[in-house]
């Protein structure tokens, strides 16, 4: 017999450290707790491509960190240390002792710190496109120079740019364009605050502080991440596993959703 494809629902919670925080949830009330932390400008959606593939006995939630989505834009407060901070004031207010976190690029970012801080909150960890910090080079500075420049409304123009960067593998049109939508929710301002947040994260210094076992996919043809620094990622975690996706780009979770959620399924069952 098929199995029937866990429902979504949403709703919002105030979060103990401030901002209200819209996101979606499935499967089994009882079940074991997954929770998904999307990238830079990004929002739940950026999963729903994962979580009609998951199993319907796992509890999953997919939130809209701060300033991203349909949460709240605090003026402020963008720091990884303020996600990571959020992320467990999120578990507490969903009653969750313990979850296995998974996060793509930026999101990946908070979901180590949430590791490293709080490690009693993370029986596992899967970084999907994790770099170990944002670099500084000519790329990234030619976007921050133009995130700096931005203005109300954000232009599509700018937003489809940025995000067709991130892939390699087409993409279903009516994905890619709720997925614009998404990002063009945000304002200017939080497109220059969160990104002022992530060039301001490095725990290159703390990586070896993750005690929960730990699941690194990269897609080979990522034009950010190089190999190299996906092996040093590894290399650095104490108990952690690199997988390689052929043919695929910054977003495995966008561009091979079945692969990552039967990657996810076997790294859930094994450790």
């Given amino acids: 017999m098929q199995q029937a494809v866990p429902q979504l629902k949403f709703t919002v919670t105030r979060l103990a450290t401030g901002p209200q925080v819209h996101y979606a949830e499935q499967g089994d009330l009882g079940g074991e707790r997954l929770v998904f932390l999307h990238g830079y400008s990004d929002s739940w959606y950026s999963y729903s491509r994962v979580l009609p593939l ?7 939630y997919a939130l809209d960190q701060r300033g991203h989505g349909d949460s709240e834009r605090p003026a402020d407060s963008y720091t990884v240390d303020d996600l990571a901070a959020d992320v467990v004031a999120f578990l507490d207010a969903v009653g969750v002792p313990r979850t296995t976190l998974i996060g793509d690029s930026s999101g990946a970012i908070t979901a180590r710190r949430v590791a490293e801080v709080y490690p009693e909150r993370v029986a596992r960890l899967v970084l ?18 133009a995130i700096q420049s931005l203005e109300d409304p954000v232009p599509p123009e700018f937003v489809r740019e ?19 939508a998404e990002s063009l929710k945000l304002p200017a301002r939080v497109w220059r605050v969160a990104l002022d947040g992530l060039l301001g ?6 990586l070896d502080r993750i005690t929960a076992p730990t699941l690194i996919i990269w897609g080979e043809r990522d034009r950010f991440i190089s190999r190299e620094e996906e092996e040093r990622l590894a290399a650095a975690i104490p108990d952690a596993r690199l997988v390689v996706y052929p043919e695929t780009g910054h977003a495995p ?3 091979c959703p079945e692969r990552v959620a039967g990657d996810l399924e076997v790294f859930m069952r094994v450790t």
Avoid: C, K, M
């Avoid at 999907?128 to 120079?145: D, H």
């Avoid at 960067?165 to 997925?179: G, H, I």
């Fill in 162 to 180: 940025f995000q067709a960067s991130t892939t390699y593998v087409p993409l279903p049109e009516a994905f890619t364009e709720r997925v614009l």
């Fill in 54 to 60: 998951l199993p319907a006995r796992y509890r999953a």
């Fill in 128 to 145: 999907i496109a994790a770099p170990i910090r944002v670099p500084v080079n000519e790329a990234t500075v030619e976007l921050q120079g």
């Fill in 253 to 255: 979770h966008w561009e």
């Fill in 201 to 206: 994260a490095d725990d290159s210094d703390r």
